[in-house]
């Protein structure tokens, strides 16, 4: 591209600037690319704490994706409780023990972070009356999901 001055660069459109930095660095134009970068216009601006805001987000999702788990094996032992088919009623079993096992996780991942059980269990959506129910009557956990478990509470940001 010609050398433009540079109050042409700075005058660019946030648009125009990316199709200039595209085709510089089609190009191979380096300098053209460093150029545009650099009149572009500088702004500062203010957030909250990413490592805060990256959990609170996270947490969120984590909660909603282990109440769809639960609600998907809900939904198993619904569909299986009470047949008279063995297999189906070993899934009716893997599903209510899955269920637990995922309970358990998510207390334990809230748990770790310092969080009471009362406010884990207040925090995100809000159970489905069956649901609740079935946690209330689950087995006590036996652990075949704590891998999966443990590596989904390591994967928030926040370290104690």
Not at 130 to 148: I, M, Q, T, Y
Request: proline share 4%; hydrophobic share 40%.
């Amino acid at each position: 591209m010609r050398n433009l001055n540079d109050k042409y660069y700075k005058a660019l459109k946030a648009h125009e600037r990316v199709v200039l930095s595209v085709e510089a660095e089609a190009r191979g134009d380096d300098d053209e690319l460093h150029r545009i970068k650099d009149t572009a216009p500088k702004k500062l601006y203010e957030q909250l704490e990413h490592e805060y805001v990256d959990t609170m987000m996270q947490l969120c999702t984590v909660s909603i994706a282990f109440e769809s788990d639960m609600l998907s094996n809900a939904l198993t032992f619904a569909w299986a409780f009470g047949s008279e088919n063995s297999q189906l009623q070993v899934a009716a079993e893997k599903a209510l023990q899955t269920i637990a096992n995922l309970e358990a996780g998510r207390k334990r991942i809230f748990a770790d972070l310092g969080v009471s059980t009362e406010a884990a269990d207040a925090y995100g959506p809000k159970r489905h009356p069956v649901l609740e129910h079935l946690v209330s009557v689950a087995p006590e956990p036996n652990g075949d999901d704590d891998k999966e478990i443990e590596r989904v509470g390591q994967s928030l940001p926040v370290v104690k």
